[in-house]
């Protein structure tokens, strides 16, 4: 039978004594008695990577990062505490990678559990990566429809142009951002600049949530995943890009924008 790449993390981490999964920012975690010791992670802020992030014994992360950069690379946040990350699309062997699961649940579950592990069984590699949608959640047939209609708004605005970070789309008003598109794993979302003073009013409607990173900054974020109303996100776009924008940009809008 077909199996992706997310089953056979699932056939790994889950064998362990007691393991779970428990979903996280996005991504699935594997713990033990509420320890992580293995993070799936497909294509984190556009790095294009299908890979596992693992705590690692003292020198393993120099060790295999440098001798097999190929197969297994330094990850961002949890790296500087000694975390592996492991590539699960470039070739290396299944069982290697349960190898390094394995050392990750030893590192962080009781003796009482990992003292005596049996070995593990053999692991038929996946035949099928995981599908488009869930490396890029954008490319949903919903996120499809809200993005369509709200390019052609961004971008009906003087000096606009459209580009990406963190791997997600992003309009710009000269250099600055004023509109973003994501889905986290929590349906479709579109972000704005409105101030804190609007943030506070908006987010009595469970429609609207302060983001993480951006929200201090006066950011809104709009759930838009079952419906859209054009009309409230066009005046949000345009708050924002009055905010962003220079004045001889302000000079050149619609006069029923301006």
């Known amino acids: 039978m077909a199996k992706d790449i997310g089953e056979a993390v699932r056939e790994v981490c889950l064998w362990f004594p007691e393991s779970e999964e428990i979903p996280s920012r996005g991504s699935p975690d594997f713990r033990v008695r509420n320890k992580t010791f293995a993070s799936y992670i497909v294509n984190h802020h556009g790095d294009g990577n299908i890979a596992l992030w693992l705590p690692s014994p003292p020198g393993a992360q120099e060790l295999y990062s440098e001798a ?30 349960a190898s390094r699961v394995r050392e990750a649940y030893v590192m962080v579950a009781p003796k009482s559990l990992s003292a005596n592990l049996e070995a593990m069984p053999p692991i038929d590699p996946p035949t099928e990566t995981v599908e488009p949608t869930e490396f890029d959640p954008l490319l949903a047939k919903r996120a499809q429809e809200v993005l369509a209609p709200l390019r052609e708004i ?25 509109c973003t598109a994501y889905d986290y794993g929590h349906g479709m979302h579109l972000s704005f600049w409105v ?56 000079k050149e809008l619609d006069p029923a924008d301006a």
């Open 195 to 250: 101030g804190a003073d609007m943030q506070a009013m908006l987010t009595f409607e469970d429609r609207y949530v302060i983001p993480a990173y951006t929200g201090h900054n006066g950011w809104i974020s709009l759930n838009v995943d079952e419906d859209a109303n054009w009309d409230e996100i066009r005046e949000l776009i345009l708050t924002s890009y009055r905010h962003f924008a220079l004045k001889r940009m302000l």
């Open 154 to 178: 961004c971008l009906s605005l003087p000096e606009t142009s459209e580009g990406k970070q963190f791997g997600k789309p992003v309009w710009k008003a000269g250099k600055k951002s004023f």
């Open 68 to 97: 097999e950069p190929n197969y297994y690379f330094v990850p961002p946040y949890v790296g500087p505490r000694g975390w592996l990350g492991v590539h699960l699309d470039q070739g290396l062997s299944w069982m290697d990678i």
